[in-house]
């Protein structure tokens, strides 16, 4: 038995209906998926930048940076001149601990003051023993031996406000062997001692007790 012609018109319209809405289901989900995706790609990718920009960075701090001091700043003193000051250092406090019973005080301050500022300070701190200790030493024929070693630096500066300029202090160890009737004994202190900058020239300025050390530490060797 056949429908009427108007049943059947109505059964194709509401299945054309049911497809135009399955399609736009279909396209509603796709286009969300899509976008999904897309932002998902979108965040992966700043993290892979970041990622990349951080593994730059490192590489600068370990290159450049580990061959330039201050993270690349030029260094105030270059290390040529702060080996140069060093032996200027080391060549005067080992000089004060170098004498013996016949040094003249002239002479031998002289070329240790040429190694200074000059100043009154300067020319106060370098002298031989005076008083007793003097007395003792020309009795009993003392001689004296000083060597000094740079241990570390512990300030290196550049006063532009001021205008002193550039000075360098550094902890320094002074051995002094010691010669009285025969007998030595080794006597060691730190001093930290600072130079500057005069005229192009490293010179001592100044120098203070660092530690006691080991003051007076024999090896009675000269027996």
Known sequence: MELPAENKRAGLLALAVLGVLLVAVLTVFTVFDGDEKGGDAGAATPAATNGAQAAGNTDRDTGADARRPSGGATPIVPL???D???GVMAAYMAGLSTYDHTSKAAAWSDPLLRLTTGDPQMKQATVLPTGRAWE???AE???SKGTATVVRDA???D?????SGRSISSVVDVKAARTANGATATESN???VTVTDQSGQWVVSGFDVFGLGDVGASDESGE
């Open 159 to 163: 006063d532009v406000v001021r205008g």
């Open 136 to 138: 003792a030493c020309v």
């Open 141 to 143: 024929k003392c001689a």
């Open 80 to 82: 040529a001149e702060v």
């Open 84 to 86: 140069e000051a060093h």
């Open 190 to 192: 730190e001093w930290l």
């Open 155 to 157: 300030v290196i500066s």
